[in-house]
């Protein structure tokens, strides 16, 4: 399914795609992919692209809520949520920096997080 998401925010050119492994963090999913649209009509076309790509891969969304305001569209597929956000939106709320707090990095030890 991640691959087809990630198809369907490239084919309308999402912003700033993310992807974060939540698996361990919460019994909700595995996998958050966050992304950028330009502006409401951009992110609630995104949005209608992940679920016409979830629907041609044989999987039905089990929720999409936002499409109203199409400020912030969350598509769930199940194992893998789809935020797609206006920029200022994700700055805002910041689902980055939430769900990858006390992550580190590849290679990051005590002496170089200060």
């Given amino acids: 399914m991640r691959k087809h998401v990630i ?3 490239e084919e309308l050119k999402a912003k700033d795609i993310r992807e974060i ?3 361990g963090k919460t019994s909700v999913t595995d996998l958050l992919v966050i992304a950028s649209g330009t502006s409401a009509r951009h992110v609630k076309s995104i949005a209608d692209e992940v679920v016409k790509f979830a629907k041609k891969a044989g999987v039905m ?9 199409a400020e912030w569209v969350l598509v769930d597929l199940g194992d893998v949520v789809v935020h797609v956000m206006l920029p200022r939106i994700r700055e805002f709320y910041g689902l980055e920096r939430l769900w990858t707090v006390g992550d580190r990095e590849p ?8």
């Fill in 7 to 9: 198809d369907a925010l």
């Fill in 21 to 23: 492994d939540v698996r």
């Fill in 61 to 69: 969304p089990l929720g999409v809520e936002g499409e109203q305001e």
């Fill in 107 to 114: 290679g990051m030890d005590a002496a170089n997080a200060g």
